[in-house]
């Protein structure tokens, strides 16, 4: 019986109240099978059964075939095509330069000023105790490698990025641009004492980088 007819006192048909009516379901006869563990397969038989039959199917990327995919094959891992631009480690471009060039001179550095300043620490602390000269040679180590480290991984950014900027504009590597390079960063590192620190500077520095220049060549 429907709202409306409630309201208006209609009777409903006695074939819409049958119609109405839900149906009773069949009983369920289903009765499963009793398990039987001489059956079931042990963890041996399981891993060893032809499923696993190829232990390197397992990986994730079982199947895939490497020289099609797109993230191994990017248009960033070509290694850099200006002239003279390889060296000792597969270079990409300035980014590449710039870590593997500040990283290696910046431990090289740091490596040279601990022996510094193992040898300075041992050589004041002679005649002193155990325990003291022990103290007085940590504590020249650790101010003469970081002094030495820090100061060289800063001109190793700043000539790297002059390095880089100079071989894209000229559009190659060569020996002058390592010298150019070398000078400029010696400049601006010791720029703010004046002149003739400045000079000095960026002529240790030129020379260095000429040095490095020329034995890559010759290497690589």
């Not at 009773?24 to 009793?34: H, I, K, L, N, Y």
């Not at 994730?60 to 020289?67: D, E, K, S, T, V």
């Not at 390889?86 to 290696?104: E, I």
Request: charged fraction near 15%.
């Amino acid at each position: 019986m429907s709202i409306w007819d409630s309201l208006t006192g209609r009777k409903s048909s006695p074939s819409s109240s049958s119609s109405s009516q839900t149906p009773t379901s069949a009983p369920d006869t289903f009765q499963p099978a009793p398990f039987d563990p001489t059956e079931g397969q042990d963890v041996n038989s399981f891993l060893t059964g032809p499923a696993f039959s190829d232990v390197s199917q397992l990986h994730p990327l079982a199947g895939l075939n490497q020289q099609t995919l797109d993230y191994i094959s990017l248009e960033e891992s070509a290694l850099s095509d200006l002239p003279g631009s390889q060296s000792a480690l597969p270079s990409r471009g300035w980014s590449d330069d710039l870590c593997y060039g500040t990283g290696v001179t910046y431990l090289s550095a740091l490596t040279l000023g601990g022996a510094w300043g193992l040898q300075e620490g041992l050589r004041r602390s002679a005649t002193q105790p155990p325990k003291l000269r022990l103290n007085s040679v940590l504590n020249a180590v650790t101010r003469r490698g970081p002094f030495l480290g820090n100061s060289a991984g800063v001109i190793a950014m700043v000539y790297n990025g002059f390095n880089s900027f100079i071989g894209y504009t000229r559009g190659k590597h060569d020996s002058a641009n390592s010298i150019a390079a070398g000078a400029l960063s010696g400049m601006l590192f010791k720029s703010t004492r004046g002149i003739r620190p400045m000079m000095i500077s960026g002529g240790i520095v030129a020379s260095v980088a000429g040095a490095w220049a020329v034995t890559r060549r010759a290497l690589f």
